[in-house]
């Protein structure tokens, strides 16, 4: 490794990590006093708050990693710029390429680096601390879920029901309607309660009403089980919103997959949140290539003006990043082009840029 390369990374990685140890501590300690109150109305212990705010921290640095990263590169490369030490470097024979190809490199790393970091630490630390904070504060999960109906047009059967009960893994009035091959009712099953256990949804005391030919058939049982329900888990009635950012990726893929078969309009929002879980350590590298894009030849406040430059940029593409996720939330685009396309632009930027200025000639 080079003089230069040595300099160059050495200068980075100080300034990233004085920022994002900065920026994670300002993160724990939003997010202390957030919870200070429930801390103190459930006189939760001292050691038990130092331990929940402690296992925040891998999240806190997956999140500030991009913003930190543009914040770094844009400082670094203006002080090149604000000490003349790019004309020292310019008269060597380096070129801008050969001084950015090494910052661009070592973020292309840091993304992988993230991935796995969020993927084997974050997460799993995070839902460790998402169950201790539903045992101190109550009954209540985040994965409780209301108002919800499952369909499955191959399998022939609807079921929808009042809410869903993390904790005991239950459902609370509870219609599961059987449908026959000309799509109509065929059988309905009302129940107050349905129990999941050991891979067995249980409809207790059901009232189950059975069409034959133009008469209804009513019998009330002590329990009902039905096969169609043997691939349906708790997970499909869940409330995903934050969970399927926490799930483990086989466990998430699997899900994702049963939920496109069931409700196509939750698909299109989990699978939206997933594909942005995946995508969302290469943030850190499009970071990078925005601060590389920025112009540093501003004689006075070359700082202010390049950090300005970066943000305005940044804020497009996390605005545009944004819009499309809506979009596909609304089923209105495909997941994975809501997610893929503002890297895409973002990475062709500087080719549109150039192409657009040779028009303009």
Same mark, same amino acid.
């Given at each position: 490794?080079?003089? !230069?390369?040595?300099?160059? !990374?050495?200068?980075?990685?100080?300034?990233?990590?004085?920022?994002?140890?900065?920026?994670?501590?300002?993160?724990?300690?939003?997010?202390?006093?957030?919870?200070?109150?429930?801390? /103190?109305?459930?006189?939760?212990?001292?050691?038990?708050?130092?331990?929940?705010?402690?296992?925040?921290?891998?999240?806190?640095?997956?999140?500030? !990693?991009?913003?930190?990263?543009?914040?770094?590169?844009?400082?670094?490369?203006?002080?090149?710029?604000?000490?003349?030490? $790019? $004309? @020292?470097?310019?008269?060597?024979?380096?070129? #801008?390429?050969?001084?950015?190809?090494?910052?661009?490199?070592?973020? !292309?790393?840091?993304?992988? &680096? /993230?991935?796995?970091?969020?993927?084997?630490? /974050?997460?799993?630390?995070? =839902?460790?601390?998402?169950?201790?904070?539903?045992?101190?504060?109550?009954? +209540?999960?985040?994965?409780?879920?209301?108002?919800?109906?499952?369909?499955?047009?191959?399998?022939?059967? *609807? $079921?929808? @029901?009042?809410? +869903? *009960?993390?904790?005991?893994?239950?459902?609370?009035?509870? %219609?599961?309607?059987?449908?026959?091959?000309? &799509?109509?009712?065929?059988?309905?099953?009302?129940?107050?309660?349905?129990?999941?256990?050991?891979?067995?949804?249980?409809?207790?005391?059901?009232? *189950?009403?059975?069409?034959? %030919? =133009?008469?209804?058939?009513? %019998?009330?049982?002590?329990?009902?089980?039905?096969?169609?329900?043997?691939?349906?888990?708790?997970?499909?009635?869940?409330?995903?919103?934050?969970?399927?950012?926490?799930?483990?990726?086989?466990?998430?893929?699997?899900?994702?997959?049963?939920?496109?078969?069931?409700?196509?309009?939750?698909?299109?929002?989990? /699978?939206?949140?997933?594909?942005?879980?995946?995508?969302?350590?290469?943030?850190?590298?499009?970071?990078?290539?925005?601060?590389?894009?920025?112009?540093?030849?501003?004689?006075?406040?070359?700082?202010?003006?390049?950090?300005?430059?970066?943000?305005? *940029?940044?804020?497009?593409? +996390?605005?545009?990043?944004?819009?499309?996720?809506? #979009?596909?939330?609304? #089923?209105?685009?495909?997941?994975?082009?809501?997610?893929?396309?503002?890297?895409?632009?973002?990475?062709?930027?500087?080719?549109?840029?150039?192409?657009?200025?040779?028009?303009?000639?």
């Amino acid at each position: 490794m080079k003089i !230069l390369d040595k300099f160059t !990374l050495f200068s980075v990685i100080k300034i990233l990590f004085f920022t994002v140890l900065l920026c994670t501590l300002m993160l724990l300690s939003v997010d202390l006093f957030s919870k200070f109150d429930s801390y /103190a109305q459930h006189s939760t212990p001292f050691a038990v708050i130092v331990k929940n705010t402690i296992l925040y921290g891998p999240s806190a640095i997956v999140l500030i !990693l991009p913003p930190a990263t543009l914040f770094t590169l844009t400082f670094f490369l203006s002080q090149l710029y604000a000490n003349n030490e $790019i $004309i @020292a470097l310019m008269s060597s024979g380096f070129s #801008m390429k050969r001084i950015l190809t090494p910052l661009l490199l070592f973020t !292309l790393l840091l993304s992988c &680096g /993230a991935f796995f970091f969020n993927e084997d630490i /974050a997460i799993p630390m995070e =839902n460790v601390r998402q169950t201790q904070l539903d045992d101190l504060f109550g009954d +209540y999960s985040k994965n409780d879920n209301a108002n919800i109906t499952l369909f499955d047009n191959e399998q022939g059967y *609807i $079921i929808n @029901a009042n809410r +869903y *009960i993390e904790k005991s893994k239950t459902l609370t009035y509870v %219609t599961f309607i059987i449908l026959d091959k000309e &799509g109509r009712v065929q059988t309905k099953v009302s129940s107050d309660k349905a129990s999941y256990n050991q891979g067995v949804w249980h409809f207790n005391n059901p009232l *189950i009403t059975t069409r034959d %030919t =133009n008469t209804l058939l009513r %019998t009330a049982v002590p329990d009902y089980t039905s096969e169609l329900l043997a691939n349906v888990t708790p997970k499909e009635f869940r409330n995903n919103s934050n969970d399927i950012d926490t799930m483990e990726l086989t466990s998430a893929l699997s899900h994702l997959h049963n939920v496109h078969t069931l409700d196509r309009a939750t698909w299109y929002v989990e /699978a939206t949140e997933f594909y942005d879980r995946l995508f969302m350590p290469l943030t850190i590298f499009v970071m990078a290539w925005i601060a590389c894009l920025t112009d540093y030849r501003n004689k006075r406040n070359v700082f202010l003006f390049s950090i300005f430059n970066s943000i305005v *940029i940044a804020l497009v593409y +996390y605005v545009g990043k944004m819009l499309l996720q809506i #979009m596909s939330r609304q #089923m209105a685009v495909e997941p994975i082009v809501a997610i893929i396309v503002p890297y895409i632009v973002i990475f062709f930027l500087p080719y549109l840029t150039r192409l657009i200025g040779l028009k303009n000639e």
